[in-house]
């Protein structure tokens, strides 16, 4: 699938932090391997099918196995922004929620002012349902 195939980060490796010391990715790895195991969330490092390098993360939060519903998270790292890596990886998350898991709804949330992220929903199949003001705290 190219630059968009996804890979379980709780196997203890292929995952990325936030950019801050060496314990934080630890930390986020020790975190999505408790949602792994609490069934909460679910979580998969992004990284270029030729050389195996992470450019990237996709995973489920908010996860409700007995309601079969779900929210699509993902962030893709600069240097690979643009290449349609996150647009692939997420589909082939929704793909394998859908039809491997059998998940009945999945949701994808993200600021209107993200163009990219506006992009990457309608390329990777969300149908826009309407938009929640104030919902979402970001940035700028």
Same mark, same amino acid.
Not at 12 to 39: F, I, M, S, T
Not at 99 to 104: L, N, R, S, T, Y
Not at 109 to 117: E, F
């Given at each position: 699938m190219g630059a968009g195939r996804l890979r379980r980060t709780t196997d203890?490796?292929?995952?990325?932090?936030?950019?801050?010391?060496?314990?934080?990715?630890?930390? $986020?790895?020790?975190?999505? $391997?408790?949602?792994?195991?609490?069934? $909460? $969330?679910?979580s998969w490092a992004v990284a270029e099918a030729d050389t195996d390098e992470v450019v990237g993360r996709a995973g489920l939060r908010a996860l409700s196995l007995d309601e079969g519903?779900? /929210?699509?998270?993902?962030?893709?790292?600069?240097? /690979?922004?643009?290449?349609g890596v996150a647009p692939r990886a997420v589909a082939a998350l929704t793909r394998w929620a859908?039809?491997?898991?059998?998940?009945?709804r999945l949701e994808?949330?993200?600021?209107?002012?993200?163009? /990219?992220?506006?992009?990457?929903?309608?390329?990777?199949?969300?149908a826009l349902e309407g938009t929640q003001r104030a919902a979402l705290l970001h940035a700028g």
């Open positions: 203890g490796g292929g995952g990325a932090g936030g950019g801050g010391g060496q314990g934080e990715p630890r930390g $986020r790895l020790e975190e999505w $391997r408790d949602g792994w195991r609490g069934e $909460r $969330r679910a519903q779900a /929210a699509v998270a993902y962030w893709v790292l600069p240097a /690979a922004q643009g290449k859908f039809d491997e898991i059998g998940f009945h994808l949330q993200h600021s209107v002012g993200n163009l /990219a992220s506006c992009r990457v929903a309608l390329r990777s199949g969300f």
